[in-house]
Every structure is written in C-alpha cells, then in structure tokens.
C-alpha cells in the first residue's frame, strides 16, 4: 500500500492545522493507522492511532486533548486534526499503516510508511 501525507504548513502557535493521509493499492479498511513524528536531532515520537474500524483511538501524551485522529474508510483516507498547536510540536509528520488492524503505538509494529509532511509551529 502507497501512504501519502499532506497538509503540512507554517502556522502560527494556538492555530490549526489539518493532515490528511492518503492510502492507495492496498485493502486500508483492515489496517490500522498511525501518526508519528520526529523532530530535528530527535528519535520519531507517536503521535496517535486508530483501528481499522475507527472504534479505538489512542493518543500520545504531549497531544492529548489537542490532536484528533480520524478515518474514512470509504475514501481511503485518514486524518489528523491539530488544535492548539505549540513551537514543540514542529516536526516531520509521518502516517503509517499495520496490517494487524490493532491500534498500537510502536513504529516498529507499522507495516507501511508515507513520506512525511513538515509541520512548523512558530512562537
């Protein structure tokens, strides 16, 4: 399966922004999906998951009550919506997908890999 992210920008700190990952070629209503970021000089971080039904989100502590994750299914896609963002949440973001299906929050578990989308948050 092909992973697309998009939606990145520069934005101003207690903005907003929106990703969007887009899959294609693979059967994405049986995968989980994942969030992760890394910053410059530090290791990727998890960010947020969601099964392959949607029922079963989990969040990254520095994101939780700002960041919501989301699917649909029927357009292949997944999201990411940032509320008040902060200068820490600068970063490559990156969507991944599990074949499992099971939300987790590891990137050693992740099966496929988009190309991330920078997000820049300035103070």
């Known amino acids: 399966v092909q992973l697309q992210a998009s939606g990145g920008g520069l934005v101003q700190a207690g903005g907003s922004l929106r990703l969007t990952c887009a899959a294609s070629?693979?059967?994405?209503?049986?995968?989980?999906m994942g969030w992760f970021r890394q910053a410059p000089g530090k290791e990727r971080e998890f960010v947020a998951a969601?099964?392959?039904?949607?029922?079963?989100?989990l969040y990254g502590d520095p994101v939780k009550g700002r960041f919501t994750i989301s699917r649909d299914n029927a357009k292949n896609v997944m999201y990411l919506e940032m509320d008040s963002l902060k200068p820490e949440d600068t970063a490559v973001y990156y969507c991944?997908?599990?074949?499992?299906?099971?939300?987790?929050?590891?990137?050693?578990?992740?099966?496929?890999w988009g190309k991330g989308t920078l997000v820049t948050v300035s103070s």
């Open positions: 070629g693979g059967t994405f209503s049986r995968y989980a």
């Open positions: 991944a997908a599990d074949r499992s299906g099971i939300v987790t929050i590891f990137h050693d578990r992740m099966d496929y």
């Open positions: 969601i099964n392959w039904s949607g029922g079963s989100t």
